[in-house]
């Protein structure tokens, strides 16, 4: 009976904490540039009602067709009610993840199958990375004693990894689980020009379209070069991942490597060469939570660099074009999840693009 009521007790706590995330419309009046990137990015749409892709693997989740509860919600809803469905109607979810729920995260906890953001109770207070300490009329400002916020590892609460049911990391960032100091938020959100606020005029702030494989590429395309190296009778396009993780990281993903040569305004397009993870089970490819094992892995990988060998004798006055870029589902798992009229799943994102002439 005590443990019953002890667990009654955690869990009307851990309800009532959900409800006092403020919504991140009230943000807009005094930050407004960032709630503009914000309402464009992944993190303001990650429900599946906003997001097809997402809502496309959801509808065919074990939790969704016999349990009637949505363990995504850990990091796509976090300000909503645990397990929790999500609905059109629902606030909370549609929330997704919230300008006050990521800076509220106070903590990390490691944890074996993910890790787990602990965030703090103090509704008014949220961390930030500003050197020089200001202050907010309408919530408080803790410009110190928050190293996660400042280092990055604040997004490795749900970046880090996932582990399913059979010890699978279907989807790794960090792959020895540590806190490393690598800084997530240096890449992905840069320094661009305008104010933090229009309380606090300032010439730059923190970019919050968390730039990513769907959007605002170009801020990352600087980490990832592309070279040339002409031989004899062939050449081979060089491809430098300077980034701690691998190029792509959702198994979804494939990344594809277009070169074509231009002679006498000829075009000739080579064969496009693949970069893929797949997870699967008995030998064929399988959903992350019923996958057992990585069936193929030719990911390019943290700080690797690829070589790819074209037999091609290149003359003089050739010009080799050169495109890195991706597809947010893999054409082959198109009809798989009824994403064949959703456009941007079938997009070519255009990456990076370079030209060699000789």
């Not at 706590?13 to 006092?20: F, K, M």
């Not at 010439?203 to 990352?220: C, I, P, V």
């Not at 699967?280 to 060998?309: Q, Y």
């Not at 074209?310 to 890195?324: A, E, H, I």
Request: with cysteine.
């Amino acid at each position: 009976m005590i443990k019953l009521l002890l667990a009654t007790l955690l869990t009307i706590v851990y309800l009532n904490a959900q409800d006092n995330f403020a919504p991140s419309k009230d943000c807009k009046t005094c930050h407004p540039m960032i709630y503009k990137e914000f309402s464009d990015s992944m993190h303001a749409n990650a429900t599946p009602q906003k997001d097809p892709i997402h809502n496309a693997v959801w509808a065919k989740h074990p939790q969704n067709l016999k349990l009637n509860k949505y363990g995504c919600g850990k990091c796509h809803t976090p300000t909503a009610e645990k397990n929790s469905i999500p609905t059109h109607d629902s606030a909370k979810h549609q929330e997704a993840i919230s300008c006050a729920y990521c800076h509220r995260i106070k903590d990390i906890k490691k944890h074996p199958q993910s890790n787990i953001n602990i965030t703090t109770s103090t509704e008014k207070n949220y961390f930030g990375t500003l050197e020089d300490h200001i202050e907010s009329p309408y919530h408080g400002i803790v410009s110190e004693g928050n190293e996660h916020m400042k280092n990055g590892n604040v997004c490795i609460g749900c970046h880090s990894h996932k582990m399913n049911k059979y010890k699978l990391n279907v989807c790794s960032t960090n792959i020895d689980n540590e806190l490393d100091g690598a800084n997530c938020v240096s890449c992905h959100m840069p320094k661009v020009k305008g104010s933090v606020s229009n309380l606090n005029e300032r010439k730059e702030h923190t970019f919050h379209g968390f730039a990513g494989s769907h959007y605002n590429q170009d801020m990352l395309s600087k980490y990832v070069n592309i070279s040339l190296l002409r031989q004899i009778d062939n050449f081979i396009v060089n491809i430098d991942n300077q980034s701690s993780h691998a190029l792509l990281l959702h198994p979804l993903r494939v990344a594809v490597l277009k070169v074509s040569v231009t002679r006498d305004n000829k075009i000739t397009k080579l064969k496009n060469e693949t970069f893929v993870r797949v997870i699967g089970h008995e030998g064929k490819p399988a959903m992350p939570w019923a996958a057992t094992t990585t069936l193929k892995d030719t990911m390019i990988k943290a700080n690797e660099k690829r070589s790819v060998e074209y037999d091609f004798k290149l003359q003089k006055g050739d010009k080799v074009d050169v495109t890195l870029g991706w597809f947010l589902v893999n054409p082959k798992a198109l009809k798989m999840l009824n994403l064949e009229d959703y456009e941007m799943a079938k997009k070519f994102i255009e990456f990076k693009k370079e030209s060699f002439s000789f």
